[in-house]
């Protein structure tokens, strides 16, 4: 049995998504709040922390701004599905295109799963208002007095899903979004 693109992609999506979480909740289980474990020397920690949900910990204007970042995520993930299901549709929609936004949609997806439910599952919030599980922490560059001065932010594989399909889709897709690939992709077929 031959799968249809479509197909591929729903199983690479969801097999991002169940990493991700099965991460997360062996962090969330098995460490402390801010508990750091060293794995290569000081520049990679699993570190457990938790944060409102937007990019590197920020904070987005309080509850009606957390509010607001879930809802668009909600959005702006559900359009993502949408734009892969049409260009799975279409002849010539290089694969490369369809992997990158597939990972972008499966790390939202599995962050969107924390700020929606994680509050609840956990009981410390209401729906809507979970905090994202971060544990990655490659503090590479220390100044001379031990402050990490590159690479800070701790982050979780969804995070990384989005940032290697985005650079994927910048450094070896981008020809199909600025050329005539696109144009030739949007015309229906004879």
């Known amino acids: 049995m031959k799968l249809s693109k479509g197909a591929k992609l729903i199983i690479l999506g969801v097999v991002l998504v169940v990493i991700d979480q099965i991460i997360k909740y062996l962090?969330?289980?098995?460490?402390?709040?801010?508990?750091?474990?060293?794995?290569?020397?000081?520049?990679?920690?699993?570190?457990?922390?938790?944060?409102?949900?937007?990019?590197?910990?920020?904070?987005?204007?309080?509850?009606?701004?957390?509010?607001?970042?879930?809802?668009?995520?909600?959005?702006?993930?559900?359009?993502?599905?949408?734009?892969?299901?049409?260009?799975?549709?279409?002849d010539k929609v290089p694969a490369g295109v369809l992997v990158g936004l597939t990972l972008i949609t499966?790390?939202?997806?599995?962050?969107?799963?924390?700020?929606?439910?994680?509050?609840?599952?956990?009981?410390?919030?209401?729906?809507?208002?979970?905090?994202?599980?971060?544990?990655?922490?490659f503090p590479l560059i220390h100044n001379s007095a031990g402050q990490v001065i590159f690479f800070n932010p701790v982050f979780n594989f969804a995070d990384s899903c989005v940032t290697v399909g985005a650079f994927y889709l910048i450094l070896f897709q981008w020809k199909f979004f600025t050329s005539d690939d696109k144009k030739k992709a949007d015309k229906p077929q004879a």
């Not at 920020?58 to 260009?87: E, Y």
């Not at 700020?115 to 809507?128: N, Q």
Request: hydrophobic share 55%; proline share 1%.
């Open 27 to 90: 962090v969330k289980t098995n460490m402390h709040l801010g508990q750091q474990i060293y794995v290569l020397g000081e520049w990679f920690r699993l570190c457990f922390v938790e944060n409102e949900g937007f990019a590197f910990g920020m904070k987005f204007g309080g509850a009606a701004g957390k509010l607001a970042l879930s809802i668009f995520r909600v959005v702006l993930c559900g359009a993502l599905v949408w734009w892969i299901s049409s260009l799975c549709r279409k």
């Open 106 to 137: 499966a790390g939202a997806f599995g962050n969107i799963i924390d700020c929606l439910f994680y509050g609840i599952i956990w009981d410390y919030a209401p729906f809507m208002f979970g905090k994202v599980v971060d544990m990655f922490y």
